[in-house]
């Protein structure tokens, strides 16, 4: 055998591994600082307990470490891949070991040895940089005191959540899991380039994507003609429906599926949101959720060509509906398949579907953004069409200010909105024309008379600022619109005349055209806009940008000097001055503790927190009362899961909304939320 001489890699139990030998792990100055957030130590902790119900075959691989040896009185060994990892399995162990330290001594010993040094009981085997090495040392220690301020580090806020979910009567169990870790130990010697290495083990081509993720996924684990079978009887099938647009799909299908907004500020969001809803696949599950999996690639392919569907009417409203991009997809496909299986009548679907246009056109017209608004769709269709309607109609913007937005305003999607308000989507094309152009020539003329060059500069900017509005626009045949390109209202008449479309031909009636003339028909085609694309329902509300609270989002850093997320919150019609997710969570707990404690003490009994008996462990706690507890040391994504999660047991998140501060909105846009 030829061995590397620069590089000892083996396979081995990564507790044994911390706990054997005298050296110290040490973190390199050059290291970034410790940013595991507390659902990476969500799935840490599920994979854990995971692996502890398996027989002793099943083992967790936890990936590489990558690490150097120094010599001398107190060898280190010198971390340069793998600090994130090692640095929360030791706030794991630290949480467990301080839990059962009174109830089970003998575990209590064992823990230690993985966290401190056999030599000096105060003495960490974990070291970080020096600039944080004093928090982390008084976390895994525990030595702070009641007195001794916030804590506010991530490993004040990781060992917090982990210490809330461990109970002592499961802590024999999850050091099972624990002892069931394995990694790959890299150790490099003198004549090995770290950096160098470092980056192979790191930047090997492209990362997987999330559709590869979810596919490797769904194979592993299972026998090879069992991954043959399902290869090619589903999976290949739905890559043949979906196309490029896989990813797409299962973002589109787990948001229909959880009735959540899927996040994809994060490389694997799709992913991982994909592993919560189907956390074991096992071969017969597997058969029966691929085969819907399949089921729905099919829908998604009617939708990406709305042609294939054989219902004319269905057909050319997908059509419509794609007009407007993936936006409600989910909420189509849904709908789509229930009338395919017969457990929704044609007329039903069809009008869903132009609820759904009438939604998206008017809010694109109002300028309201058109994203995360699908989850709370469907969310509302689970309690029946009536649901669905009231809450369509209260996002949808009024007839009122459809029709001031249509005057003044660009219009978009111009081909498809004047296609339907003259009558003709669909058939011989037909070009978008501009009666007072977009930028007209000296001798331009509305009325024959005078030519633009002896309007008033305010008559110019006048006409410009109303050249793209509804009223100012209609549909012209090909070939008639190259004669009427540029040329002056009273050559352009004759031209309309000529025309098959209704709406154009009956410009020829006029004598002129200009400012007025535009003015009076956008009033009136505004009116038929409205009828086409009707308001839903009779709810008056006009939400104006309030997103539920259960599609709110979490902030990924904040300016400095901005200290407000949300402008507020519309707490079941209460108007609260709520600036961010900590201040919600405090009021959200303290209020349904008044109102609806029940609830909180059955969601906080199934999450293990944030609601205790005692302060079990230093740090942020308010009093609910004299012998309960609320801890405030988690971070804004805990929070406002949490705050999500109490109100739907309360079942009343429905009624809970926030409105996103100008710097929030903009934020939320930029992460990608």
């Not at 004319?312 to 009338?339: C, E, I, K, N």
Request: contains cysteine; hydrophobic residues 40%.
């Amino acid at each position: 055998m030829v061995r590397a001489t620069n590089v000892d890699a083996t396979a081995v139990n990564t507790i044994r591994w911390l706990s054997a030998g005298d050296w110290t792990i040490v973190v390199p100055v050059y290291q970034r600082q410790y940013r595991w957030d507390i659902g990476a130590c969500e799935q840490l902790l599920s994979d854990i307990r995971e692996v502890a119900d398996l027989d002793d075959r099943h083992m967790h691989f936890i990936g590489s470490i990558l690490s150097s040896t120094t010599a001398g009185d107190q060898p280190e060994l010198v971390l340069i891949d793998g600090q994130q990892r090692i640095t929360t399995i030791m706030l794991l162990v630290a949480a467990l070991q301080h839990t059962v330290r009174e109830s089970d001594p003998g575990l209590a010993a064992e823990l230690a040895r993985v966290l401190v040094q056999p030599h000096d009981a105060d003495a960490t085997k974990l070291r970080p940089h020096r600039a944080w090495a004093e928090v982390f040392e008084d976390v895994v220690l525990d030595r702070r005191g009641e007195g001794d301020g916030a804590r506010d580090s991530r490993f004040d806020d990781n060992y917090a959540f982990f210490r809330s979910q461990i109970s002592a009567d499961e802590a024999p169990h999850i050091w099972r899991g624990l002892q069931k870790l394995e990694h790959v130990a890299i150790t490099l010697r003198a004549g090995a380039n770290a950096q160098q290495i470092f980056e192979s083990l790191n930047s090997t081509g492209e990362p997987l994507r999330d559709h590869e993720l979810i596919h490797n996924y769904v194979l592993m684990g299972l026998s090879h003609d069992e991954q043959r079978e399902v290869e090619a009887e589903y999976w290949l099938p739905i890559e043949r429906n979906t196309g490029d647009s896989i990813a797409e799909f299962w973002r589109q299908y787990l948001i229909m599926t959880t009735g959540r907004e899927v996040v994809v500020a994060r490389s694997r969001g799709v992913y991982d949101t994909f592993r919560q809803v189907f956390p074991r696949l096992e071969i017969d599950d597997l058969r029966s959720h691929a085969a819907e999996w399949r089921g729905y690639s099919a829908i998604y392919r009617v939708l990406l060509e709305p042609e294939r569907e054989t219902d004319a009417a269905v057909s050319r409203h997908l059509g419509h509906l794609g007009v407007f991009g993936t936006a409600v997809r989910p909420l189509v496909m849904r709908v789509y398949r229930d009338w395919r299986e017969g457990a929704l009548e044609r007329a039903d679907l069809i009008r869903t579907l132009e609820h759904l246009q009438a939604l998206l056109l008017r809010r694109t017209v109002a300028g309201l953004d058109n994203d995360r608004l699908v989850a709370r769709l469907i969310r509302a269709r689970e309690g029946g069409e009536a649901d669905l309607v009231t809450a369509i109609s209260r996002i949808t913007p009024s007839d009122e200010r459809i029709r001031a937005a249509l005057k003044y305003s660009e219009l978009p999607h111009a081909a498809y909105v004047l296609g339907r308000l003259a009558g003709v989507d669909g058939g011989a094309p037909l070009d978008v024309e501009h009666i007072v152009p977009l930028s007209p020539s000296e001798s331009w003329s509305g009325d024959g008379v005078r030519a633009w060059s002896e309007y008033s500069e305010d008559e110019q900017n006048s006409h410009r600022a109303l050249a793209t509005t509804l009223g100012n626009l209609t549909l012209l045949e090909e070939e008639l619109s190259l004669r009427a390109f540029d040329a002056s209202f009273p050559e352009k008449r004759a031209v309309y005349g000529r025309s098959a479309v209704g709406l154009t031909s009956d410009l020829a009636q006029r004598e002129s055209w200009g400012t007025a003339a535009i003015a009076e028909r956008s009033a009136t085609l505004g009116q038929r806009f409205v009828e086409i694309w009707a308001r839903p329902g009779a709810t008056l509300i006009d939400d104006d940008g309030l997103t539920p609270i259960l599609d709110a989002v979490h902030r990924r850093g904040w300016p400095r000097g901005w200290e407000r997320e949300w402008d507020y919150v519309e707490y079941r019609g209460e108007h609260w001055e709520v600036p961010d997710v900590k201040y919600l969570f405090n009021r959200v707990f303290k209020r349904l503790w008044a109102d609806a404690r029940p609830a909180v003490v059955a969601y906080s009994a199934r999450r293990g927190g944030p609601v205790y008996t005692a302060q079990s462990w230093n740090g942020q706690w308010d009093r609910l009362d004299d012998d309960t507890w609320l801890y405030m040391g988690w971070d804004s994504s805990y929070m406002l899961s949490a705050v999500q999660g109490l109100l739907e047991e309360a079942g009343i998140a429905a009624e809970v909304f926030v409105k996103y501060s100008y710097i929030g909105t903009a934020m939320n846009k930029v992460s990608g939320r």
